[in-house]
């Protein structure tokens, strides 16, 4: 029997990494993550995936060199337009009281209710855990995560939705975000579907 995750969170780590490898600007990278996030996207739908939640951008991520926010900023509007042209109901979570946040996602930052069997997404867009837990758990809409794909090899969460991952089980892709591949994807759920969930008990 196979168990598919109701909720996957996706880490798109490496696109600096990637861009730098290939003779790039680091900012120029994030560009290249948007046809990956399409892919999986569509990879979820087909095989039952009820919701995702990407990590778009942190609050960290705003120290770093301008042109870089602006180009991680530019692909999450790009990537909302992406996630809205493909019928799925999407949710923008943020500090949207932040200079950083964009404009154009202040539109998605209430949850929809449930309409039919559409897929649900969530984009992190100038998230942060302390502003989270410190605004009253902004993120409470957002329920537990099941499975959490990380690329670029790194193991770690990255203050990833603390509450909603305390159970959840997590797959590290050495490859980087850009290079992604319907492999790697389903890799991950042939590696979920031999974990023993237990949720404690």
């Known amino acids: 029997m ?19 490898r290939n003779g790039l600007g680091k900012e120029e990278g994030y560009t290249y993550g948007l046809e990956p996030a399409l892919k999986l996207l569509q990879s979820a739908k ?8 990407y990590y778009g951008f942190t609050v960290d991520n705003c120290k770093r060199p301008k042109e870089q926010v602006a180009a991680f900023s530019k692909a999450c509007i790009r990537a909302a337009e992406i996630i809205k042209r493909e019928g799925a109901t999407l949710s923008v979570v943020g500090n949207d009281k932040s200079p950083m946040f ?10 929809p209710a449930e309409s039919g069997n559409k897929m649900r997404v969530n984009l992190l867009v100038n998230y942060g855990w302390e502003w989270d837990l410190k605004n009253g758990w902004a ?20 203050g990833f939705l ?9 797959y590290i892709v050495k490859d980087l975000w850009p290079d992604y591949k319907e492999k790697h994807f389903d890799d991950a759920l042939e590696w979920y579907n031999k974990q023993d969930v237990t949720l404690g008990g």
Do not use: F
């Open 102 to 111: 964009p404009d154009e996602l202040l539109p998605y930052l209430s949850r």
């Open 139 to 158: 993120s409470r809409e957002i329920p537990r995560i099941d499975l959490v794909i990380r690329w670029g090899g790194m193991c770690r969460l990255s």
């Open 46 to 53: 087909r095989r039952g995936v009820k919701e995702l939640t």
């Open 162 to 170: 603390p509450v909603q991952t305390v159970y959840s089980d997590i």
């Open 2 to 20: 196979v168990r598919v995750p109701t909720h996957i969170g996706i880490i798109p780590d490496g696109n600096r990494r990637w861009a730098k």
